[in-house]
C-alpha cells in the first residue's frame, strides 16, 4: 500500500498492471489470507521496486 500510494496510483490501477484482481491486491495489502511469491514479484514489477521492500515492515 505505501509505495501504491507513494506513485498515486489506485488498486485497481495496481492490479491491471500487475494482472491480477483489484480483490486480490486488497487482500494482500490487507494481509488477508496466503499469497504466494508469484503475487509479489508480480506488484513489485508493477510498482518498480524491488519484492524484497514490498515485504518489509513499514509504519
Not at 11 to 21: D, F, K, N, P
Not at 23 to 33: F, L, N, P, T
Amino acid at each position: 500500500m505505501y509505495y501504491r500510494r507513494a506513485l498515486s496510483m489506485t488498486q485497481s490501477e495496481l492490479a491491471e498492471r500487475a494482472q491480477m484482481s483489484r480483490a486480490r491486491v486488497s487482500d494482500i495489502e490487507c494481509g488477508k489470507g496466503p499469497f504466494n511469491m508469484e503475487s509479489i514479484f508480480l506488484l513489485a514489477q508493477a510498482l518498480g521496486v524491488d519484492p524484497v521492500r514490498l515485504l518489509q515492515e513499514r509504519n
